[in-house]
């Protein structure tokens, strides 16, 4: 018994990964969805990437905190290995997301896919994004279907 409870908590001990996928599925594919977020406890900034459809979309996001008061556009900085890209983005209704640029969400995915590590700094805040588990959370995230999900799909089709 003594073993049994010492290996539960043990299990609970391990780190949970910073990636997170939401999925939905409907019955016609251009409504599917899903969501990947990527959110460490020591930071306030997020990433979010949001899939509607066949279109990504990729967010940066704030907890708590607001990228500027008066929603003025702010300085995007992303370094991924030795490349820089800055951009001056506009911040979303209630100044808690910035919607990044095609080019700059593309470089970023492939920086991640290519097991490179992401600093994104932007309206003070910073958030350097590991790439480990990026692969299996963005492989999920790009099928946008849950086991649950296929379980009730089949009956049905």
Same mark, same amino acid.
């Given at each position: ?8 908590l043990l299990a609970g001990c391990g780190v949970a990964s910073p990636w997170h996928c939401d999925t939905i599925s ?12 990527? /959110?460490?406890?020591? =930071?306030?900034?997020?990433? #979010?990437? %949001?899939?509607? +459809? ?16 008066d929603n003025a556009p702010v300085k995007i900085f992303l370094t991924i290995g030795d490349e820089q890209l800055t ?9 808690? /997301?910035?919607?990044? =640029?095609?080019?700059?969400? #593309?470089? %970023?995915?492939? +920086? ?46």
């Amino acid at each position: 018994m003594m073993y049994l409870l010492l290996l539960f908590l043990l299990a609970g001990c391990g780190v949970a990964s910073p990636w997170h996928c939401d999925t939905i599925s409907a019955a016609s594919h251009q409504f599917d969805s899903s969501r990947l977020t990527y /959110k460490t406890p020591s =930071s306030h900034l997020g990433l #979010e990437l %949001l899939k509607a +459809g066949d279109k990504i979309y990729a967010f940066l996001f704030l907890d708590q905190h607001r990228f500027s008061t008066d929603n003025a556009p702010v300085k995007i900085f992303l370094t991924i290995g030795d490349e820089q890209l800055t951009e001056i983005l506009p911040v979303r209704k209630g100044g808690m /997301k910035i919607l990044l =640029s095609n080019e700059m969400s #593309e470089k %970023l995915i492939l +920086g991640l896919q290519e097991g490179k590590s992401a600093v994104i700094l932007g309206g003070g805040f910073q958030e350097t994004i590991d790439p480990a588990d990026f692969d299996p959370a963005y492989s999920k995230f790009m099928k946008g279907e849950s086991l649950f999900s296929n379980l009730l799909k089949d009956p049905l089709e």
